[in-house]
Every structure is written in structure tokens, then in C-alpha cells.
């Protein structure tokens, strides 16, 4: 039973920061590629970073130079570190595998204002 479960979303103004965390189970983590995920109302979901189970990364356009994925296998967790952030990047954030297969967490949500 895959079970992935996000926090630390919260109300921010536009510039600031906030933390993700996605605890993972069911899963070898360490032998599992992560992705973050975003999705806004009557949207699909849009994969914005992912980290392999060798630590290599990659962004959407959208947050490159803004968002840091990374990893503590010891805890089961992947974070996206988002700095900067925009109103734009107002959404609920859900992490998943690279095709997104797992079944989906609650997500968390991102507020930013202006």
C-alpha cells in the first residue's frame, strides 16, 4: 500500500519561501525516482521538478531557479524548496514517481499574493 502524504503549503507574499515535505511508504524509497507535482482547479496536473534515486534533478522552465528538489532517504522524504515564489505559483502540490502512477496524496496548498 503506496502512501504519500505532502505538507508544509501555507499562505505567503509574493517573494517569499516556503518548504514542501512528501513522506513516502509502501515503497523502496531510495530505489524510487520523485516527482513534485501542481495543479490548479479544473487543471491537470503539471510535474514542475524531479529527483532520481541517484540524486539527478530537473525543473519545469516555469521554476527553474526558483524551486530546489531533494531528498533524505533515512526519512522517507522528499522536499521542493520554493523560493521567490509568484502568485502564479498558487496551487495544491502533490509528489508522485515521474509518471505519476502512485495513488495521490492530499496534496498541500500554495497561496501566494501580491
Known amino acids: 500500500q503506496v502512501r504519500l502524504v505532502e505538507s508544509g503549503g501555507g499562505l505567503v507574499q509574493a517573494g517569499g519561501s516556503l518548504r514542501l515535505s512528501c513522506v513516502a511508504s509502501?515503497?523502496?524509497?531510495?530505489?524510487?525516482?520523485m516527482s513534485w507535482y501542481r495543479q490548479a482547479p479544473g487543471n491537470q496536473r503539471e510535474s514542475v521538478a524531479t529527483?532520481?534515486?541517484?540524486?539527478?534533478?530537473n525543473y519545469a522552465d516555469s521554476v527553474k531557479g526558483r524551486f530546489t528538489i531533494s531528498r533524505d532517504n533515512a526519512k522517507n522524504t522528499v522536499y521542493l524548496q520554493m523560493n521567490n515564489l509568484k502568485p502564479e505559483d498558487t496551487r495544491v502540490y502533490y509528489c508522485?514517481?515521474?509518471?505519476?502512477?502512485?495513488?495521490w496524496g492530499q496534496g498541500t496548498q500554495v497561496t501566494v499574493s501580491s
Open positions: 508522485n514517481g515521474p509518471r505519476g502512477l502512485a495513488p
Open positions: 509502501g515503497i523502496i524509497f531510495r530505489f524510487s525516482d
Open positions: 529527483i532520481t534515486s541517484g540524486g539527478e534533478t
